[in-house]
């Protein structure tokens, strides 16, 4: 068993003898992330302690920490606009700390907590940047594990206001599964648990596409899809029978979720397909360069007040143009018009637009004359 003494870790902390700690960021399932500098590069981090392996025997403890500095190396490859980057993974009295890029940010978690439920027009701008991050993280093999509102982060202020990052890429594991990754060990927030998970079968590509379309469902309608309940066992079992409760705020975005949520991994989309999906569904064709790599707008090309810090709510960033939209087709079975008159008066029927307005231009004339005639 470990029995190393643990160091205070505060401000001013030196980690790796490189990162100084500054101010606690925030803290999550698996310790607080820090804003610190990077003494060498001289730049701000966000830097985490990925986990503890206090209380575990010697060998456990480097077999977690070598497959976590494994996995940060992975997830160091990726770079993209809509991912948070890591930058290094290193050890500090002897345990894992992830070092990445620092983002002035609002989480959608935090965002809900302020308006309780985002507008379907932001939610599919998010949700089309970070399955444009996902989609490129599935093709070199990384699966990210814990997709949720607390993971994505809007930017706040800076040059980048309002661009969504999705974090937490190499450290979505908690300690208990990585002890030998046994199936039956669950894994991510059982709020945006897929039903394969839900039921012990190991996170996939598939099940990061059913969690996304989870977070972004919660985004709209203000609770996850499983309903809110403090038991997480019973919203595991509710996500293992696939439980859903039915959109109802979803407008455009309704079918490409229940798409995303599809019970059967094989019948969801792939990430790439649910990016157009989702662009398809609300902005139309040939979208992708007006939303991806774009900061999150409202209607009016403007940084939403929830994403947004002091005064940089109502603002309009360099890329913001204005947001294309979905023509709007026709519904499936339109009830059949009323038909239109030409002007002939046929029975029952309503009087075209010229004798409308002729019998009311002599309806007035009469009106006028009556009251002259009273007048005088
Ligand atoms: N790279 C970052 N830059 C800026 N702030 C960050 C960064 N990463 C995380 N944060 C802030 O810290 C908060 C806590 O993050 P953390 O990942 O620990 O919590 P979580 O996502 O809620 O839970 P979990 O540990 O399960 O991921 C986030 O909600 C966010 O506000
Ligand atoms: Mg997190």
Do not use: C
């Not at 302690?49 to 077999?63: I, K, N, W, Y």
């Not at 940089?312 to 294309?324: D, E, K, Q, T, Y």
Request: hydrophobic letters at 45%.
């Amino acid at each position: 068993m470990i029995d190393r003494p643990r160091p205070i870790v505060g401000p001013d902390y030196l980690v790796a003898g490189r990162y100084r700690l500054q101010s606690k960021l925030g803290g999550g399932g698996m310790g607080a992330v820090w804003l610190a500098h990077d003494r060498l590069l001289d730049r701000d981090v966000a830097i985490k302690q990925v986990l503890s392996t206090a209380g575990l025997d010697e060998a456990e403890a480097r077999t977690i920490r070598d497959r976590i500095v494994h996995e940060g190396r992975v997830a160091a490859k990726l770079s993209h606009e809509h991912a948070i980057a890591v930058y290094d993974v290193v050890l500090e009295a002897g345990e894992p700390w992830l070092v990445m890029e620092h983002l002035p940010s609002r989480s959608v978690a935090r965002a809900l907590g302020l308006v309780n439920a985002l507008p379907v027009i932001e939610v599919a701008q998010i949700g089309a940047q970070v399955a444009d991050a996902l989609a490129a993280a599935h093709t070199v093999g990384i699966v990210h594990r814990d997709i949720k509102p607390g993971n994505i982060l809007v930017a706040d202020r800076g040059p980048g206001v309002g661009m969504a990052k999705l974090s937490d890429f190499g450290i979505s594991r908690n300690v208990t599964e990585a002890s030998d990754e046994p199936d039956g060990m669950i894994t991510g927030t059982p709020a945006y648990l897929p039903p394969e998970v839900a039921r012990g079968a190991q996170p996939t590509a598939a099940s990061d596409v059913f969690s996304l379309g989870a977070t972004l469902y919660t985004a709209i309608e203000g609770q996850p899809p499983f309903g809110m309940d403090d038991d997480s066992d019973a919203i595991v079992e509710r996500a293992a029978m696939a439980q859903i409760n039915p959109p109802t705020r979803s407008g455009a975005l309704t079918r490409v979720l229940l798409h995303m949520m599809e019970p059967a991994p094989q019948r969801r989309p792939s990430m790439a397909q649910a990016r157009e999906e989702i662009l398809a569904a609300v902005f139309g064709p040939g979208a992708a360069g007006n939303i991806l790599g774009a900061p999150v707008r409202t209607e009016d090309g403007t940084i939403p007040a929830w994403a947004a810090r002091n005064s940089a709510a109502g603002l309009r960033s360099p890329r913001s143009g204005p947001l294309p939209r979905r023509a709007r087709s026709q519904p499936p079975n339109p009830a059949p018009a009323p038909a239109q008159q030409i002007g002939r008066g046929g029975s029952g029927q309503s009087p075209s637009p010229t004798v409308a307005v002729t019998i009311g231009l002599l309806i007035g004339l009469v009106i006028i004359i009556v009251i002259l005639m009273m007048v005088m």
